[in-house]
């Protein structure tokens, strides 16, 4: 090894980045030659006095990083949970908990009223309605003015709560078809994205409905809130290799704002291969500026024996 | 010493909890185990952030929106890369918009006019291995500056390089996949900053 080389390896030796047979051959010359050694020498000093000018973040400016996050969190999801906690840890489970627990009271006041002719519970309510089914008094005609909560349990019945003159609650099993019906009028629930990804969370094992599948696909296109379209998409995962799904699958890849759901519509699509993919995938890397993406459909198109670039 | 340090952190994080159960347990919407992960990390985020941005406004900047994209994109993780690149990734792409607008606008200054005078935003930071003896101070303070300067000189992707490998321990291979480049990319980086900080600090050092 000349001095030119040695000294071009000599930060990479430093940190330990050459090959073990490079190792040998750098030490040995190091050794033997002083202006290398010199070379050798200013590398460590130049690393020992940027160690000594490194920063670490103080106490006081590490709380207030936290503090500030979960307040964050806390306003981020706010129009939608109790303010009742008073430090910003509790602040941040009340949001997160919002967010993602199951049955979660939304208290966010529905503007726009989304008004569901209900009368498909009449014929439940007059004789088939399982046994212990909260539907007394449900008046036939009802009109539902919104749906405030939907809250599954273990038991694989769900309770829908619902605005209509007066708030009610009605209770069901899941693979009944009017709560089903209920259940996808309420993942279209445009002022409260709580009941939209609860109901699309309890829809997305239910795909091979072709009406639950049009719920999925409206949601995973239109819904506003990405944590819904990411629950839409996990909905769609059984039905990848179907044609309209992959239609509205490329579509998310090219529109959709959020790399956390382009992410999940790769996957998606490349698990079953075609040409429009490869299309799709090479039309992203074109305009896609996230780096994590635009790897994985390069790695993608390699797998698939595709160019990268289009020519 | 600080790669050992960043290892030792890292090795500590991973020994305290078992991290693969806590971020199931994030997906599935366990607000405690969110909390446990943000407190895992989130002092060598912070401390990435410092050292990348030398601005502790920016620092916090990035800490929040950083936890805040992990907060709202847990559920898309897949564990088909560890927890600390996908975080780091993350990070160090906030703090490379952050660097590329900043080459935009004019360097601010480090000194802020306040009510109670002017005060150095740098006083926030705890420097390591600060010296008691005035001459050295002086010394050091003025090896200080031309840091500054040095790092100031590189492009962001360098020093965001140099950063990674320098302060935060991390192989060349894991750097180019957290930046999305090859590994002879980031060594390429890595050799341009290193030989960019050797020509302003030379006769420093």
């Known amino acids: 090894m000349n001095c030119d080389a040695v000294v071009k390896s000599i930060p990479f030796y430093f940190y330990g980045e050459v090959a073990p047979d490079a190792e040998d051959a750098i030490e040995e010359h190091i050794e033997a030659c002083a202006p290398c050694r010199v070379e050798w020498e200013r590398q460590k000093a130049l690393a020992s006095a940027l160690d000594r000018h490194a920063l670490a973040p103080s106490p006081e400016l590490l709380a207030e990083c936290r503090h500030d996050l979960a307040r964050a969190i806390y306003r981020e999801e706010s129009p939608v949970v109790r303010r009742s906690a008073s430090d910003p840890w509790g602040l941040f489970r009340e949001a997160?908990?919002?967010?993602w627990r199951p049955g979660i009271r939304?208290?966010?006041p529905v503007g726009a009223v989304a008004l569901i002719a209900l009368g498909f519970f009449a014929a439940r309510f007059t004789g088939t309605w399982p046994a212990g089914a909260s539907l007394a008094g449900f008046t036939p005609d009802a009109m539902v003015s919104s749906i405030r909560s939907v809250q599954p349990d273990n038991a694989g019945s769900v309770q829908i709560s619902l605005d209509e003159t007066r708030r009610r609650v009605v209770s069901g099993r899941l693979d009944d078809h009017n709560i089903q019906r209920l259940l996808m009028a309420a993942a279209r629930e445009q002022d409260n994205p709580g009941v939209r990804v609860e109901s699309v969370e309890l829809l997305k094992d239910r795909g091979s409905s072709a009406a639950v599948r049009g719920v999925l696909l409206e949601a995973v296109t239109h819904d506003p809130n990405p944590g819904v379209r990411l629950k839409a998409l996990e909905g769609l995962k059984s039905f990848a290799a179907d044609a309209e799904v992959r239609k509205t699958l490329a579509q998310v890849l090219l529109k959709d704002q959020n790399a956390g759901v382009r992410i999940q519509a790769i996957d998606l699509l490349i698990a079953n291969r075609d040409a429009a993919t490869v299309s799709t995938l090479q039309t992203l890397i074109g305009k896609e500026d996230n780096n994590y993406i635009r790897m994985r459909c390069q790695n993608a198109l390699r797998n698939m024996n595709a160019s990268v670039g289009t020519f | 010493m600080l790669q050992d340090a960043a290892g030792a952190v890292s090795a500590r994080a991973v020994a305290r909890v078992d991290e693969a159960t806590v971020i199931r347990a994030v997906q599935r919407g366990d607000q405690d185990a969110f909390e446990q992960l943000v407190r895992a990390y989130d002092q060598s985020v912070l401390r990435l952030a410092m050292n990348l941005l030398r601005s502790p406004e920016d620092a916090r900047d990035v800490y929040q929106e950083a936890f805040l994209r992990v907060y709202r994109n847990i559920h898309t993780f897949r564990f088909d890369c560890s927890f600390h690149t996908w975080l780091y990734r993350i990070v160090t792409n906030i703090c490379l918009d952050h660097l590329r607008k900043r080459k935009v606008r004019r360097e601010e200054s480090a000194i802020v006019e306040t009510a109670d005078g002017p005060v150095d935003r740098m006083d926030s930071f705890?420097?390591?291995?600060?010296h008691a003896n005035p001459e050295r101070r002086m010394w050091n303070t003025q090896l200080g500056d031309r840091i500054e300067n040095a790092l100031g000189d590189l492009t962001p992707r360098e020093r965001t390089v140099f950063e990674l490998?320098?302060?935060?321990?991390?192989?060349?291979?894991?750097?180019?996949?957290?930046?999305?480049?090859?590994?002879?990319a980031a060594k390429n980086c890595l050799f341009r900053a290193t030989q960019k900080m050797r020509v302003v600090l030379g006769d420093l050092v």
């Open chain 2, 126 to 130: 705890e420097q390591e291995g600060t």
């Open chain 2, 165 to 184: 490998r320098h302060y935060q321990g991390l192989r060349l291979r894991t750097i180019g996949e957290m930046l999305g480049t090859s590994e002879e």
């Open chain 1, 106 to 108: 939304f208290r966010q």
């Open chain 1, 96 to 99: 997160f908990s919002s967010l």
